[in-house]
């Protein structure tokens, strides 16, 4: 790409990203921060409002004087004691920028300036002036622009630029413009004002309506050519346009965005989730980018697609931007092909009809819970195969549980392909299932062993039941799992029962009363 071409990131992550209520970083974890913005190829990173505290001037300080490529700037309002604070704290850097601003719109010149338009235009001429006097790189920004007239932007630009701004920037502070609207408002200052080639244009959109990056991506298009974003998103309201998003889009779509950017994009994954740990804000599942599903698939349909050809459904590389590798999610979408290639994975080869039953299996959990994990998968199809040819088979379970009992089961099974149902009670619902088991399939053998524990975590996760039967010297176990425990229970003891049988070699059950 020719240099023109190049389009600057100005990452706002330290500063504005930490305005959002609740997201303020202590100096060692903005330092964290910044270390990871440098290393990956942010050009600009405002490392904070030098102003505003003693300790955001110290954080600002230091990471001008740790930086290794980037430029650092530190912002202030257009007052001379804002300016010559953030000239101090840069000063140690070995490229550093002093970004000022001020209001140019009606409702902020009426309301929050108490300013004439007049008096603006002197300010701004002023201030800039005074920081160029400190520094060589200095920004300037138009608060609100996208709601001050065109004419009267036009007018504060030129002050600038003619003040010494050498980067003007025009955000939308409030997240109101559309991206045709961002786009020639930028075609028409750089049309309108004489010196508009002596001075980068840069964007700034907030995410109130959501369309942040479009419209920073437009503002490039009307002739912009740095983006001011932040990791996340973070930032006040409904926060900035996403650096990732951003990074990703030029990269992705290049063919229609002839721009190029330095920014390694093998490191945004890490530096979101530093980020969100820093901050305490957590990204959002389905986040573009660096969302736990941005490379996951459910759908039967896509996971077929994807395990045959993964630019079906992806168009972008998950190790682009430093994710692993794409995650299939089994859930209850999933269909069979992806089901058989997680069994692959997780190192099972059962037949056709054992697959059947167990992927119909596996969709009846998948209906009940959220994440489906390996190690529910492997439960089950250990399940599976534990009772291929059993004789007796549990079918449906009801249990009235409680304080005031007694606790009844009402349990169905297939005994020998017959379907039997009793009721019984007992003491707790354990206790009533097992009750309604030794109903219908009369025996003498002794309960020895019973545990329960958590296949995986969470509320609804699979209960893994091992019971022990004993019966004349004879041990058998047998392992069960389910979302519901006394359902795991019975299977479990159904399991053990039907090993007694194997082992007795009586095909007939009623021959265990003798034991």
């Not at 202030?76 to 000239?87: L, W």
């Not at 820093?278 to 077929?304: C, L, M, R, T, W």
């Not at 399939?441 to 524990?453: C, D, I, M, N, R």
Request: with cysteine; proline share 3%.
């Amino acid at each position: 790409m020719s240099g023109q071409d190049h389009v600057f990131i100005f990452d706002t992550t330290l500063r504005d990203g930490e305005q959002s209520p609740g997201a303020s970083m202590t100096l060692e974890e903005k330092l964290q921060v910044a270390e990871i913005l440098d290393e990956m190829g942010v050009d600009i990173i405002e490392a904070g409002f030098p102003i505003a505290s003693n300790g955001d001037f110290e954080a600002v300080s230091e990471i001008a004087k740790r930086s290794k490529r980037s430029v650092i700037t530190g912002l202030a309002r257009a007052i001379h004691a804002d300016i010559d604070r953030a000239g101090d704290a840069v000063r140690h850097a070995e490229r550093g920028r002093i970004h000022t601003f001020v209001s140019t719109s009606p409702i902020h010149l009426e309301h929050q300036m108490k300013k004439t338009e007049a008096q603006v235009l002197d300010i701004i001429t002023d201030t800039v002036t005074r920081a160029r006097n400190l520094i060589d790189d200095v920004e300037w920004s138009a608060m609100d622009a996208t709601r001050t007239p065109i004419e009267y932007l036009c007018r504060c630009v030129d002050a600038a630029i003619r003040a010494g701004a050498t980067t003007i920037n025009l955000p939308d502070t409030v997240g109101y413009a559309t991206p045709d609207e961002y786009k020639a408002m930028f075609e028409q200052i750089r049309e309108n004002v004489p010196d508009a080639d002596k001075a980068i244009f840069s964007v700034h959109c907030h995410n109130d309506l959501g369309l942040a990056v479009a419209n920073s991506l437009s503002g490039v298009a009307g002739g912009a050519r740095q983006i001011e974003c932040t990791i996340n998103g973070l930032g006040e309201r409904a926060g900035n346009a996403a650096l990732e998003e951003i990074v990703m889009a030029l990269r992705t779509r290049s063919d229609v965005l002839p721009y190029d950017c330095r920014v390694d994009p093998k490191f945004l994954t890490r530096a979101s989730k530093l980020v969100s740990a820093v901050s305490g804000f957590p990204v959002q599942y389905n986040k573009a980018i660096v969302g736990k599903n941005a490379f996951a698939h459910e759908s039967g349909i896509h996971q077929d697609g994807m395990l045959k050809n993964a630019e079906t459904y992806e168009i972008m590389r998950p190790e682009d931007v430093g994710v692993r590798a794409t995650s299939l999610v089994m859930g209850k979408h999933s269909g069979r092909h992806a089901f058989r290639q997680k069994l692959e994975e997780l190192g099972y080869e059962i037949g056709d009809n054992a697959f059947e039953e167990a992927f119909r299996r596996f969709k009846e959990l998948a209906d009940r819970k959220k994440h489906v994990y390996d190690e529910d998968i492997e439960a089950l199809v250990e399940n599976e195969i534990a009772t291929q040819g059993e004789q007796i088979k549990v079918i449906a379970l009801t249990v009235i549980a409680g304080t005031g009992g007694p606790q009844k089961a009402i349990l169905t099974m297939d005994v020998d392909g017959k379907h039997e149902t009793r009721e019984c009670s007992g003491d707790g619902p354990v206790d009533a299932t097992f009750n309604a088991i030794k109903a219908i399939v009369p025996h003498e053998a002794k309960l020895s062993l019973y545990q329960v524990h958590a296949v995986t975590e969470g509320t609804d996760a699979q209960g893994e039941v091992s019971v022990r039967l004993e019966a004349n010297g004879r041990i058998s176990t047998g392992k069960g799992a389910d979302t519901d425990t006394l359902v795991a229970s019975a299977r479990a003891y159904v399991s053990a029962l039907n090993k007694l049988i194997a082992r007795q070699n009586r095909p007939d059950h009623q021959e265990l009363k003798a034991v």
